[in-house]
C-alpha cells in the first residue's frame, strides 16, 4: 500500500505527468525514471521499445513500485499491450493524446502534435476514428526531433522548429493536442507561436485514471505528510537537478 508509484519516459518530459499526479496523490512515494540515455523513444522500432520498456518495469519492480505509470505517448501506443502480456498482476497506466478532450471541448480545427512513431501509429489512427466529427478538422502532424530540443534545452532551436512547423496554421486552429509529455514543458513557445490557441495534453486524466486504479486495488497510501520523489537518470545528474527544477516550476 505504502509502495511507491513508479512514473517513466524518455528523459524529462514525463515531469509534465508527475506533476499532475502530485496535485492528484500528494502523499503518495515518486520513483520517476527519466531514460534519456535512450532519447528520443519516437524514432525507435517496436522491438527495441519492447526491450528498452521491459528493463525499465523490471527495475521499478524490483523498487516495490505498487502501480507503473508509462508517462510517454510513443511507449503507451507502441508497448502497452505487450508489458501487460509480459507482466499480467502489474497496474499500468499510459498516455495517450487528449483528442478526446478535442472532441469533447467541441474545437473546430485541431492538431495533434505527436512523434514520428505516434503519429503513424494505429492507435492515433483509432482515437481520430473514434472521436473525430464531421464538423471538427484534425491536422495529424510530426513532432521530428522536437523531443530531444526540448531535451536538450535548445530554446532557440524549439522556437524555429515550432514557427516553421507551426506558424503556418496561426489564426486557422484553435487547439494543438500535445501529443508528447515533453511538449507541455514548453508550452510559453507554443503560446508564442500560436497565441490564443488551446494546449491540450493528457496530464491531469492520467493523474486521475491513476487515483482510481489504486482506489480500485486498495493501494492508496495511508501516509498523511507529502510523499517523497525520487528521481533516476543514467546518463548524467545534471538531469536530475534540472528535473527538480522543472518538477517545482
Not at 37 to 49: A, D, F, T
Not at 68 to 82: R, Y
Not at 165 to 179: E, H, P
Not at 234 to 239: F, G, V
Amino acid at each position: 500500500m505504502n509502495g511507491p508509484i513508479g512514473v517513466f519516459d524518455s528523459g524529462l518530459g514525463g515531469l509534465s505527468v508527475l506533476k499532475e499526479l502530485r496535485k492528484v496523490l500528494p502523499n503518495e512515494n515518486y520513483i520517476f525514471y527519466e531514460d534519456s540515455i535512450h532519447n528520443p523513444y519516437g524514432v525507435k522500432s517496436e522491438e527495441e521499445l519492447i526491450q528498452i520498456t521491459s528493463q525499465i518495469v523490471d527495475y521499478l519492480l524490483e523498487r516495490n513500485c505498487k502501480i507503473i505509470v508509462i508517462a510517454c505517448n510513443t511507449a503507451t501506443t507502441c508497448c502497452m499491450k505487450t508489458l501487460r502480456k509480459m507482466y499480467p498482476n502489474v497496474i499500468f497506466v499510459g498516455t495517450v493524446p487528449a483528442i478526446k478532450v478535442a472532441y469533447d471541448h467541441h474545437y473546430k480545427h485541431t492538431i495533434i502534435l505527436s512523434t514520428p512513431y505516434t503519429t503513424q501509429s494505429k492507435r492515433v489512427q483509432e482515437l481520430i476514428h473514434d472521436y473525430h466529427s464531421p464538423e471538427q478538422e484534425i491536422i495529424n502532424v510530426s513532432g521530428e526531433n522536437l523531443a530531444n530540443l526540448i531535451e536538450l534545452d535548445k530554446k532557440q532551436e524549439i522556437y524555429d522548429f515550432l514557427e516553421k512547423t507551426l506558424g503556418k496554421y496561426r489564426g486557422k486552429v484553435d487547439s494543438v493536442v500535445l501529443g508528447c509529455t515533453h511538449y507541455p514543458l514548453v508550452s510559453d513557445v507554443f503560446k508564442k507561436v500560436l497565441p490564443g490557441v488551446a494546449l491540450l495534453d493528457g496530464g491531469n486524466g492520467v493523474a486521475r485514471e491513476v487515483k482510481h486504479q489504486l482506489e480500485n486495488a486498495h493501494l492508496i497510501s495511508t501516509a498523511s505528510v507529502e510523499g517523497k520523489i525520487e528521481i533516476i537518470n543514467r546518463l548524467d545528474d545534471r538531469y536530475i537537478d534540472r528535473s527538480f527544477e522543472i518538477l517545482n516550476s
